[in-house]
């Protein structure tokens, strides 16, 4: 019998990257939007936050699944070490509250105008957050290092993608396949940490 998980997020690119990744026995369904106050000071508090109120909010929406369904939450973003770690947990709206990754791009773009290379290091950071019944079972994390880039490369992800540079590959994470990407970001490391859990403790 397929583990059921619920995604707690509104960004559907997100899911379908969790969709992509989950293989067999699992099935992630989504949830309608929540309007969850993100005012943790770590990505871990956001993700626990968010886990927990899209877990009260769509009580209905996962109703007559059996015991208590599991939700999960993430809360990722990209940390620059020339910007003391910004834009971190704020990396979302990091031009304002209703940016979008155009205007996220360039501002971080701005800010570094001018820095050289070895100074614009940066790694993408995933915290996730796995509750059932309105109680926290346990938090995953990943995080992959690299640079930020002068000018975007790439067409593929979102948020930052155009913009970070992976060594280990030489390519930024918007010039690699979904599942390439996946392999070696942030979110899919934290994610298979998940999954490996829920395998073990059977779900």
Known sequence: MAIQLFCATANQA??????LAAGEGIEI???????????????????????LCYSRAGAAEMGG??????????DSGIAVDFLNGAPGIYSARFAGPNAGDEANNALLLDK????????????FVCSIALVRGGELMQTFSGQAEGRILEQPAGSGGFGYDPLFFFPALGRAFAELTPEGKWKHSHRGQAFRKLLAWLRESGG
């Open 29 to 51: 369904s989504g949830l309608p939007p929540c309007d969850c106050p993100e005012d943790g000071f770590t990505f871990e508090e956001n993700a626990i936050n968010k886990a």
């Open 14 to 19: 997100k899911l379908r990257e969790f969709r």
């Open 65 to 74: 699944v059996g015991k208590a369904p599991l939700v999960f939450a993430d």
């Open 112 to 123: 570094l105008a001018g820095v050289p290379e070895h100074q614009r290091t940066a790694r």
